[in-house]
């Protein structure tokens, strides 16, 4: 479950918050509650974010952008998936899966995704998008020249604004994902530690590996 409350139906009062209730879950249901959206997910980033009018306002705001930008679709998404994916949040990246095929993308560009630079199955805009957005979120925004120039080749200035905006706000969006282990997110962190089998005692390794003290 996520790490914060989740806020059932009957508390809110924000106008929008309810909106977006009645809109993905249906008026006669407290998705607090009643999980489960459209898409499979469990919707707990509208419930959890509900806490907290304010800042629900102005992610949904974000979400509007789409409708006026003059960005591609696919191209926005591929930055949105990869985003995903490159950040480990397995909500970003599979709702952007899911939009990549509503838009009309071949299933080998999707299964790609994770290996993108082996792929041979991308347009030159797309590939320069995906080396973009490593660059965004792998690299923290260090974008080498070329990845930049690349870019510029394929996208009007506008364009690389919307992407770069984009695809940057989708990355805050799986790091709060993870934080707060909202969505398809919720699930244990897979590295822990694998413990030494019964009997070993606190067995020296560094000895092992070195051939002992006196090696």
Known sequence: MPRLREVPRAEVTDERVLFFYDRLFGPDRDPAVDHGTATGSPGDWWTVFAQCPEVF???VRGFALYRNASLDPVLREL????????????FVFSQHCK???????PEEKITALPAWQLADCYTAPERAVLA???????????VPDPVFAALG???GEPEVLQL???TCVYDMHATIAKALRLEFDDRADPVVEV???EGSGNRDIAADLTGGAGA
């Open 99 to 105: 939009q990549l095929r509503a838009l009309g993308v």
């Open 79 to 90: 930055g949105q998936c990869r985003a995903g994916w490159a950040r480990g949040s397995q």
């Open 164 to 166: 770069t905006y984009i």
């Open 132 to 142: 973009y957005t490593d660059a965004l979120v792998l690299d923290g925004g260090r």
């Open 153 to 155: 080749e394929h996208l």
């Open 57 to 59: 306002r102005h992610a």
């Open 195 to 197: 413990a030494a089998p």
